[in-house]
């Protein structure tokens, strides 16, 4: 692991000088999970292509030092299902922010999910729109202080894995970046899923979210986030009141149906019979 091509390619600072995210910004840390979960997969980097939109967690795929596509905000999943279609022989991940999993991008993680195409979805939620200036997303929980939400967010927060089970996504999991080998372990299960898969990390954002909610310490902001979660044995038994504004973390959904471009191939063979 410590050689990897991937690795070395980072320390060099390429293209960011060491990297573009704020200090204490929890991306890194998801970049390296995931890398990890690679690395003991064992999967050769030319089987691995990396998808990702814009914001924060869009530059996630341009330290992958094989090929990836930065696509246009919101679009990653369509441009990763094409990619799927063309090569079902790849691994594809997909790295999203939270605003643009849900926002702008919404419509294609529902339609990727329910159809179950077989990418792994990398979801950084950090409750807000980092990148543009720390506005309220559709995440931002209640009463919480953003660029945009001065006096509290009014809006009720979406549950992003929550949803994605919902749409019968195969394989969802949601974690928090102190849960290293947690999500090491449910991005290796996301990729072997022959599914669409769904790992949402909650992942601190000093900068903006922190700064405005007296969490501006990356540690204290990380705390907070683990202490805002119930896992979901301890959830099955507790109270609406006890899970009230809480995450539940740990594996939401694991099953198996027929996977989209598969079923997409299966019918073209027998139209060309017929």
Known sequence: M??????????????????NWCRGCGIGQIWH???????????????VLW?????????????????????LHGRCLPFATGIKAARPDLTVLVHSGDGEC??????????????????TVISVNNLNYAMTGGQFSPTTPLNANTATSPYGSLEPPVRLSELVVSL???????WTTS????????????????GFSFIEILSQC????????????PVALMEWLKSQTITVKEAAEASPEELKDKFVIGELASDTRPEFIHSLRELAKDAQKA
Not at 168 to 174: F, K, N
């Open 51 to 71: 998808v990702a939109g814009s914001g924060c967690a869009g530059r996630m795929c341009t330290y992958w030092h094989k090929d990836y596509f930065h696509t």
């Open 102 to 119: 849900i926002a702008i991008g919404g419509n294609h993680l529902i339609h990727a999910a329910r159809r179950n195409v077989d990418v």
């Open 33 to 47: 999970y995931t890398v990890k979960a690679l690395v003991e997969l064992g999967l050769s980097d030319d089987e």
């Open 179 to 194: 849960h290293p080998r947690q999500v090491i372990n449910s991005i290796k299960k996301g990729i072997r899923n022959k």
């Open 206 to 217: 000093p900068t903006q979210y922190g700064r405005r909610n007296k969490l501006a310490d």
């Open 2 to 19: 410590a050689n990897h091509p991937a690795l070395e390619k980072f320390r060099q600072g390429v293209p960011g000088t060491p990297h």
């Open 168 to 174: 019968g996504g195969t394989y969802v999991a949601r």
